[in-house]
């Protein structure tokens, strides 16, 4: 299972939120290149970066820290989300050395859209689909919808997505536990492998997903844990590499 730490971004500083709440913000690092650095400095294979200022404009917003981070490590996987909606976003994070780009959104509104950057980028686009009580959200969380999380899923299973990242937006900063039930039952519900995110807390989260990883959790996205030393990612890495 691939422990994937989380840069979000907002306004260039490295920060979290609390249930997507962009008033809710705690600033960790001025330093997101930096920050970045450290996290592969301590062995992560993947890095989960956001544009939350994107995600809620519908546009790019720290294009250039992204584009700084993926300089700055060139052989590190990055998947990127927020605020991509067509397809020069999409050529340009490819571009500058995104591995993965994630639309959620687009999922909802244009699923046609996500066909077509499968087919024309295969196996470089994830789908992530954020809810609440089992119910999609978009627009950085911002709107509900009427489609639930697992429907969403089943929409895209055979249209090629890399991955599925699961967020379950109420534990979603809250350092209140990932929801290993419900990722486990939409991980085996569908054939794409899927990426837990949301209110990881604790090593004992990291050890309930591993446990479960054979119904199709690829890995998982840690963000707060990391940044208040709930959860170092040396420990947190050797953890899975053993088991």
């Known amino acids: 299972m691939i422990?994937?730490?989380?840069?979000?971004?907002?306004?260039?500083?490295?920060?979290?939120?609390?249930?997507?709440?962009?008033?809710?913000?705690?600033?960790?690092?001025?330093?997101p290149v930096s920050m970045a650095g450290k996290w592969?400095?301590?062995g992560c294979t993947r890095l989960h970066l956001v544009d939350?200022?994107?995600?809620?404009?519908?546009?790019?917003?720290?294009?250039?820290?992204?584009?700084?981070?993926?300089?700055?490590?060139?052989?590190?996987?990055?998947?990127?989300?927020g605020g991509i909606r067509n397809i020069e976003t999409v050529e340009s994070y490819l571009e500058a050395g995104v591995s993965y780009v994630i639309l959620g959104t687009m999922a909802v509104k244009?699923?046609?859209?996500?066909?077509?950057?499968?087919?024309?980028?295969?196996?470089?686009?994830?789908?992530?689909?954020d809810a609440k009580d089992g119910m999609v959200a978009v627009q950085g969380w911002a709107e509900g919808s009427d489609r639930t999380?697992?429907?969403l899923a089943l929409q895209f299973e055979d249209e090629g997505?890399?991955?599925?990242?699961?967020?379950?937006?109420?534990r979603d900063g809250m350092m209140q536990g990932v929801n290993v039930e419900a990722t486990r039952d939409l991980a085996q519900s569908i054939n794409?492998?899927?990426?837990?995110s949301g209110g990881v807390t604790d090593m004992?989260?990291?050890?309930?997903l591993n446990a479960v990883k054979s119904a199709g959790i690829e890995g998982v996205i840690i963000g707060r844990a990391l940044y208040e030393r709930a959860i170092r990612l040396a420990d947190a890495q050797a953890y899975v590499d053993q088991n």
Do not use: W
């Open 3 to 31: 422990l994937i730490p989380a840069i979000d971004l907002k306004e260039g500083h490295c920060v979290r939120l609390r249930q997507g709440n962009m008033d809710e913000s705690t600033i960790f690092s001025d330093d």
């Open 40 to 42: 592969a400095a301590q």
């Open 52 to 81: 939350l200022d994107g995600a809620f404009e519908g546009a790019p917003a720290n294009a250039d820290v992204i584009e700084e981070i993926c300089a700055s490590l060139p052989d590190l996987p990055i998947q990127i989300g």
């Open 110 to 129: 244009r699923p046609e859209f996500i066909t077509q950057l499968c087919a024309e980028f295969p196996g470089k686009i994830i789908v992530g689909i």
């Open 149 to 151: 999380a697992q429907d």
């Open 161 to 170: 997505v890399a991955a599925i990242v699961y967020t379950d937006i109420s």
């Open 192 to 196: 794409v492998p899927v990426i837990a």
């Open 204 to 208: 004992d989260c990291i050890v309930r």
